[in-house]
């Protein structure tokens, strides 16, 4: 979206409430834009911190470019209370499952895709291991094309550990490594990594690349040097201004072309 200062231009922004996994009501945090017409819409994936102000903050953010944006909030069932504490507490239980957390964002999915104002494409973001978890769902569930409202037509992984995973971190919660569904993506995917990350290391992303390339997969890798895990963050040390800049505009053109 190209901004010109002589436009009309609002957003409204709410927390409602969704049907997540197994029919579950869980709230999230919907922004959309006003105005006429119908609009593409995201889906973004928190991170491991939590449902915190940030993913508020960017779920606004891509409603400003132009997309109808719900946040899910994955922790629901843990209780509320501060960010930092729920994440806490569902850090200390081995995290959510891995069918939580698809269960959630396909229908957070549906939510939007059902709404009036949305043009039928629906995009899927996440961080860390939003990042794992927005790979998972793109890799889970149907594309839009297909007819399955549950399904994304474009993914956006941000430095998500755990993709690869070795046998031994395998889980009852995490119990197949995301590369392994590989196969079944089906939609575009743009990764944006840190070369000095540990969680996934170059090494990791080197096998995930492979692992697409092996199924003719159509997605876009970019790597920074210079940054590690969470470059995007503005409010911990871990931003990096550049590679935040172009990585986000890497991110809005990439919407472009797969949701417009």
Not at 62 to 87: C, K, M, Q
Not at 235 to 243: E, H, P
């Amino acid at each position: 979206m190209v901004y010109t200062t002589d436009m009309n231009e609002g957003i409204h922004a709410e927390t409602v409430t969704m049907l997540g996994a197994n029919g579950d009501k869980i709230n999230a945090y919907l922004a959309r834009p006003l105005g006429e017409g119908k609009f593409p819409a995201m889906v973004l994936v928190h991170h491991m911190p939590g449902w915190d102000l940030w993913y508020r903050e960017i779920t606004y953010k891509f409603a400003h470019h132009g997309y109808v944006t719900i946040s899910p909030n994955l922790y629901f069932r843990a209780g509320h209370g501060t960010p930092e504490d729920v994440a806490a507490k569902v850090r200390a239980e081995g995290g959510v499952s891995d069918d939580s957390a698809v269960g959630d964002l396909a229908g957070a999915a549906k939510y939007v895709s059902a709404l009036p104002y949305v043009n039928g494409k629906v995009g899927i973001f996440g961080t860390c291991s939003g990042g794992r978890h927005a790979y998972l769902a793109s890799c889970r569930t149907l594309r839009q094309a297909q007819g399955d409202a549950s399904g994304f037509n474009a993914a956006i992984d941000c430095w998500g550990g755990r993709v690869v995973m070795s046998p031994d971190q395998l889980t009852p919660k995490t119990p197949v490594s995301p590369l392994d569904y590989t196969k079944d993506l089906a939609c575009p995917l743009l990764g944006l990594f840190g070369n000095d990350d540990s969680a996934p290391t170059p090494a990791q992303v080197d096998r995930h690349e492979a692992e697409l390339k092996k199924h003719s997969k159509e997605y876009q890798f970019h790597r920074y040097d210079g940054a590690g895990h969470g470059f995007f963050y503005h409010d911990r040390a871990a931003y990096r201004q550049a590679q935040a800049v172009d990585g986000w505009q890497k991110v809005f053109a990439f919407l472009e072309k797969h949701l417009s």
